[in-house]
């Protein structure tokens, strides 16, 4: 595709998203394309899609349901009308169905012509979408990871995911999320060059790594593309629906996936809702009627409507997944997911709740970590638990972790009190690799000392002064650096998390080194 047809697409394109498959255009203003895919086969996608797509036509819209399942193509089935016919592999005509403003499309995706792929066909179909006479075009595009597919589930302007509270559909789900990671970094890197070297690095990473450990990867060796990699990980939020839930362990679960993933993943997971199971569902199928039609009252039916309608509000820009990092990463409140002023109380409810997402045989960690990095989490959780309920532990700790801002209004000097003039700046750029000299650089050139520094961000001189000569024996644990780095590049007017990120990389090798001897 030429970089004009790129320029083409609308900003209503989420940001991760941002470079359409070959053969796309953008739809007209006020069409907008849902798609849906699945963990695998049988987790009850195609039933999701047709209802989502019925009752949108329900409340006055013009929707088309196209069927692209490459394996199951049977949406037709839901929706109680008869296959469409399609001739060697080509897309059928929009069949009405029983519903008004709600036709059918099969991509005939399943039946590819002789000689023909179904890459080409998927391709194909992008061309079809955009000349829809309707207001939404639901797609049904079945389940895998090959990169046609990903590239129709990150194109479309709003995409959701089915699984199942089940072993194998979780892991599956996460494997989806790494796959349509590195198809976001391939669709969306800056220059050819930095294609091909970020795909090198995935490819020696195993294929698919997690998102987080292959940005810091990256961090670590100090590449040009780290940033790239992070805004990529930190923008894409993939919408999951969790059906067929039974118990309460079910319906708690799509919270905890969203927990483990972002623990693991580095990715904030956008959870829309549960699906309970439900007997009419089946015998909706099974009659070939379409379930909100025939049971609107049902557990299920309510369920799906309530999902559309976060849908539709995420649509309109009302509805925004939730953050989890309200408090510094890796820090001993944002492993229990508590605020800074959290009572003892709520750390005692997170502390259980988080231990249950973290058990050994959890079933929102399958497929994410391996038996050493569960109990290397386990440890950490019971740390931040007793750091945070001891008062004598907690107040230097959260000193560290938030010291008060700086007073503003607090002058600096523009000349020491002898008169001399200050030592010049240090150029600093995006790209600058800060180490404990350059601070001490920055800061004389502002005409500070470091009780200057001590009185306003309340870190210790002693600390301070090994922060400048790179003393790193002498600095406490991780999490205390990286507080101390950034309260100190905020009063030197730095950009705090550059400072923080170039000075941590390289205290982590120290930490590594000292970890072989």
């Given amino acids: 595709m030429s970089d004009e047809q790129n320029k083409e697409t609308p900003e209503s394109i989420r940001p991760w998203a941002q470079t359409p498959p070959p053969g796309f255009r953008p739809p007209p203003r006020g069409r907008r394309i849902i798609v849906v895919s699945g963990a695998k086969g049988g987790v009850g996608k195609t039933v999701f899609a047709t209802n989502l797509a019925l009752y949108l036509a329900t409340i006055g819209r013009r929707v088309v349901m196209v069927d692209a399942d490459a394996v199951g193509a049977n949406a037709h089935t839901c929706l109680g009308v008869e296959r469409p016919r399609t001739t060697g592999g080509e897309l059928s005509a929009t069949v009405d169905t029983s519903v008004p403003g709600l036709?059918?499309?099969?991509?005939?995706?399943?039946?590819?012509?002789?000689?023909?792929?179904?890459?080409?066909?998927?391709?194909?179909?992008?061309?079809?979408?955009?000349?829809?006479?309707?207001?939404?075009?639901?797609?049904?595009?079945?389940?895998?990871?090959?990169?046609?597919?990903?590239?129709?589930?990150?194109?479309?302007?709003?995409?959701?995911?089915?699984?199942?509270?089940?072993?194998?559909?979780?892991?599956?789900?996460?494997?989806?999320?790494?796959?349509?990671?590195?198809?976001?970094?391939?669709?969306?890197?800056?220059?050819?060059?930095?294609?091909?070297?970020?795909?090198?690095?995935?490819?020696?990473?195993?294929?698919?790594?997690?998102?987080?450990?292959?940005?810091?990867?990256?961090?670590?060796?100090?590449s040009p593309y780290a940033a790239f990699a992070r805004s990529t990980m930190e923008t894409f939020a993939p919408h999951i629906v969790l059906n067929q839930t039974r118990v309460r362990a079910d319906l708690e679960l799509g919270d905890a996936m969203r927990s483990a993933a972002y623990r693991r993943f580095g990715i904030t997971m956008d959870y829309l809702g549960h699906i309970d199971l439900d007997d009419t569902v089946w015998s909706c199928v099974r009659s070939r009627r379409p379930l909100l039609v025939e049971s609107p009252g049902t557990k299920a039916s309510k369920s799906i409507e309530k999902i559309a309608r976060r849908i539709l509000a995420i649509d309109t820009g009302k509805g925004r997944p939730r953050t989890l990092r309200t408090v510094p990463h890796e820090s001993h409140h944002d492993l229990l997911e508590v605020d800074r002023g959290a009572t003892d109380e709520e750390i005692r409810r997170a502390y259980k709740r988080v231990k249950e997402i973290y058990a050994p045989d959890a079933l929102a960690c399958y497929g994410l970590f391996d038996s050493r990095e569960i109990a290397e989490l386990r440890v950490r959780l019971d740390e931040a638990y007793d750091v945070l309920l001891d008062p004598l532990r907690r107040r230097p700790y959260e000193l560290s972790v938030f010291p008060p801002e700086p007073d503003p209004r607090e002058r600096i000097p523009a000349a020491h009190d002898d008169g001399e003039p200050m030592p010049p700046a240090p150029e600093i750029t995006p790209e600058t690799e800060f180490n404990g000299a350059l601070l001490r650089a920055v800061r004389e050139s502002q005409g500070m000392d470091l009780k200057d520094i001590s009185q306003r961000t309340k870190i210790g001189v002693v600390h301070l002064k090994a922060l400048e000569d790179d003393d790193f024996p002498a600095l406490p644990a991780l999490v205390y650096v990286r507080g101390f780095v950034a309260e100190f590049a905020k009063v030197l007017r730095l950009d705090s998390s550059q400072v923080s990120r170039s000075y941590i990389r390289r205290y982590r090798r120290h930490l590594e080194d000292r970890a072989k001897l």
């Fill in 103 to 222: 036709s059918l499309l099969r991509a005939g995706i399943d039946h590819p012509a002789s000689g023909g792929t179904r890459t080409v066909l998927r391709t194909r179909l992008f061309t079809r979408l955009r000349e829809l006479d309707a207001e939404y075009v639901v797609v049904d595009i079945g389940a895998g990871t090959v990169s046609t597919l990903l590239d129709i589930y990150l194109a479309a302007d709003l995409s959701v995911y089915v699984t199942l509270p089940e072993p194998t559909a979780i892991e599956n789900t996460y494997r989806f999320m790494r796959g349509a990671y590195v198809r976001v970094l391939h669709r969306n890197a800056p220059s050819r060059e930095a294609r091909v070297a970020i795909l090198q690095r995935v490819a020696d990473l195993g294929g698919a790594p997690s998102p987080l450990d292959f940005v810091r990867a990256l961090e670590s060796e100090g």
